[in-house]
């Protein structure tokens, strides 16, 4: 289409930008060859403008608003010999570590609606620019494009073998892995990008992992739009790597780094180094401990459920012993006492009673308080820490002891006595 507007990199001379009836392009050979800069919908491109400080690049369209793409500066180490490749790594832009601010109480627009009109912002952290020569696809997409492909030239569509049907089924989906690593080379987080060709776009959040298994979304259902839902704890400011890999069919090819890049402090803030490297070795500890605790809740909770089945299974066992019954019984109730001690007494508090601060209140509290903040953990913070420690390490070995030892012995029992299949055991098959 007709060209309306064209622009020039003030560093790189040979890095063109232009606007048409349908796109904007860009060049990196002074206009010998052009490529689409993705992102864009089918719109007229008619002005462009370079904000020289921070390298965007700014859109101006017919009717449809004003784009901007954040910081275009790795195009400027793009070479054509990169994008033929089958991945490039092109690095990772420095990142300040500060706690972005909520105005209206929440992520985004929190609770504000639709009359109130505000745009996002660049992605907090450091942003990871990659380049893929090719989607990555399963084998499904592959069979269903070779399909077309076929259908297309005429020629016959084979059914799949009963084989690869199983295959596909099985199947993992291809993934991105951007690791990143801190100044030692010990990897602090993994995360995911997308797997389509082109040039993608990845932030990190300057957070470490999560203490428990990322919630999954049910099909159709929205993400937390409001908070964002939890988080690990902040880095500390310091320099740090990233490399990429794929992984396709569950096996793990590295495609390049690791690059190197820094977050760093704000300078406006009053925290010293020595404020952030104790909020560091803090946090690496408390984080443990919180690991643990929840892990330990979900373990109880999942063990009540097993010795809810184990009731009822028993029930329809003629000849499992009284005693056997009692013993379940008895066990679930010493179970209950801890699950009491990790998680508060629900039957309690859902009268409006006060009840003593459980064990994942202590910890899950200092957690809320240090989500959105940089400062060091409090002496407060640090005598919940130990005191959570010592009343954990008490309700563990009890959890330990029932999990382990004796509710196998009981499930064996039943097993024995004929029971049906409960959560946990392994059926016998008799002669």
């Not at 660049?122 to 090719?134: D, Q, S």
């Amino acid at each position: 289409g007709s060209t309306y507007a064209v622009a020039e990199d003030h560093i790189e001379a040979n890095l063109l930008f232009a606007g048409t009836e349908f796109a904007a392009y860009f060049s990196k050979d002074g206009g010998q060859k052009w490529m689409k800069v993705a992102g864009l919908p089918p719109i007229a491109v008619r002005e462009i403008a370079i904000q020289k400080r921070h390298n965007d690049l700014v859109l101006g369209t017919l009717g449809r608003g004003v784009y901007i793409v954040d910081d275009y500066g790795p195009l400027r180490t793009t070479t054509l010999d990169m994008t033929s490749k089958p991945a490039t790594l092109l690095g990772a832009r420095d990142a300040m570590l500060y706690v972005p601010t909520q105005q209206y109480g929440g992520r985004g627009k929190a609770f504000q609606g639709e009359m109130l009109y505000t745009a996002d912002n660049p992605p907090y952290g450091a942003v990871i620019t990659y380049h893929l020569k090719e989607s990555l696809k399963t084998l499904k997409q592959k069979r269903v494009d070779a399909e077309k492909a076929a259908d297309k030239a005429g020629k016959p569509v084979e059914y799949p073998t009963l084989d690869a049907i199983r295959t596909e089924a099985e199947e993992e989906a291809p993934a991105i892995l951007l690791t990143i690593a801190d100044d030692a080379g010990t990897p602090v987080r993994t995360i995911t990008g997308p797997v389509t060709a082109g040039f993608q776009r990845v932030a990190w959040d300057l957070r470490f992992p999560l203490h428990t298994l990322p919630r999954v979304a049910r099909p159709g259902e929205d993400d937390d739009d409001f908070f964002g839902g939890q988080s690990g704890p902040y880095v500390i400011p310091g320099t740090y790597s990233v490399s990429m890999a794929q992984r396709v069919f569950g096996v793990v090819t590295p495609l390049g780094g690791p690059v190197s890049f820094k977050v760093t402090a704000d300078p406006q803030s009053p925290l010293t180094p020595a404020d952030h490297k104790n909020r560091g070795e803090f946090q690496a500890a408390y984080q443990s401990l919180r690991r643990s605790v929840a892990g330990a809740l979900e373990a109880t909770n999942a063990t009540n459920t097993r010795l809810d089945q184990l009731k009822r299974a028993l029930d329809g066992a003629p000849a499992a012993p009284r005693a056997l019954h009692d013993s379940v019984r008895a066990t679930q109730k010493r179970l209950g006492a801890v699950l009491i001690a990790l998680r508060g007494d629900s039957a309690i508090a859902q009268r409006n009673e006060g009840t003593p601060d459980s064990i994942s209140d202590r910890v899950n509290g200092i957690g809320f308080e240090l989500s959105r903040t940089l400062a060091p953990a409090t002496g407060t913070h640090r005598r919940q820490v130990e005191i959570a420690k010592t009343l954990f390490g008490e309700e563990l070995a009890k959890l330990k002891t029932l999990v382990e030892t004796e509710i196998p012995a009981l499930e064996r029992d039943a097993e024995a006595a004929g029971a049906p299949w409960t959560v946990g055991r392994v059926p016998t098959l008799r002669e």
